[in-house]
């Protein structure tokens, strides 16, 4: 069984469940600002990352969703910080990256303060708007979102190596230049929902064997 915690830190009365160590946990993290001033009603990250700290001490697996990835300035020292505490709290099964989308640039700034925001990060999803029109991964270009990636795979491993990591509605193009690293094959990887990446399927422990690989 899977459940969705989101971006909540309301899971006491899952504690003492007899859950058999067959039900999955997924959250939605998000870096400090992020989840105080744009994610407002929601779990600050620490209260999410603590949620998934005592699922995980009660026996529950815990997967994680950086969903959506937003990046507000000073994106990367959030990030790392949150990955830190992450990995000093708990050990993850799956690791899935999803950068903002669904929406264009002006849509985006129309409901989030664009003094939040990276400059850099705004001006290219300005400037290169038609190479993504009508894309799910809307509204940033490749080379803006592949720097997210980069930046958030690098910090993972540094924690991790043997952390499964999944791109999530990304593009071919983007798998592409991934895809190898993080152990795509040609039936699929493993990422934190799909029907395929239950543990115990054969698909769920090729992909954590090739993780285990980079220990």
């Keep these: 069984m899977l459940l969705y915690a989101g971006k ?3 899971v006491n009365f899952l504690l003492d469940l007899d859950h058999r160590s067959k039900t999955i946990i997924q959250w939605s993290v998000a870096p400090a600002t992020q989840s105080r001033l744009i994610e407002r009603g929601t779990a600050p990250m620490e209260r999410r990352i603590e949620a998934a700290r005592k699922c995980q001490e009660a026996g529950y697996l815990v997967r994680l969703w950086f969903s959506p990835i937003i990046p507000v300035n000073g ?3 959030e990030y790392a910080r949150m990955i830190t505490e992450l990995f000093a709290a708990t ?3 799956v690791i899935a990256l999803h950068a903002f989308g669904w929406t264009n640039i002006d849509e985006m700034t129309g409901c989030i303060d664009p003094s939040l925001l990276d400059p850099w990060a705004v001006e290219l999803a300005r400037e ?3 190479e993504v029109e009508g894309r799910k991964y809307r509204p940033f270009p ?4 592949r720097t997210f990636y980069r930046f958030l795979i690098d910090e993972i491993r540094r924690h991790s190596p043997a952390t499964p990591i999944s791109l999530c509605l990304e593009s071919p193009e983007m798998w592409q230049e991934f895809g190898d690293e ?3 094959m040609a039936d699929g990887y493993l990422c934190t929902c799909g029907p395929t990446c239950s ?4 698909f769920y422990e090729s992909r ?3 993780a285990q690989q980079r220990t």
């Design 91 to 93: 050990q993850p099964d």
């Design 199 to 202: 543990p115990g399927t054969a």
């Design 142 to 145: 490749h080379e803006v979102r």
């Design 75 to 77: 994106w990367r020292e």
């Design 208 to 210: 954590q064997a090739f």
């Design 182 to 184: 993080l152990g795509r």
């Design 128 to 130: 290169r708007r038609g």
């Design 8 to 10: 909540s830190d309301n």
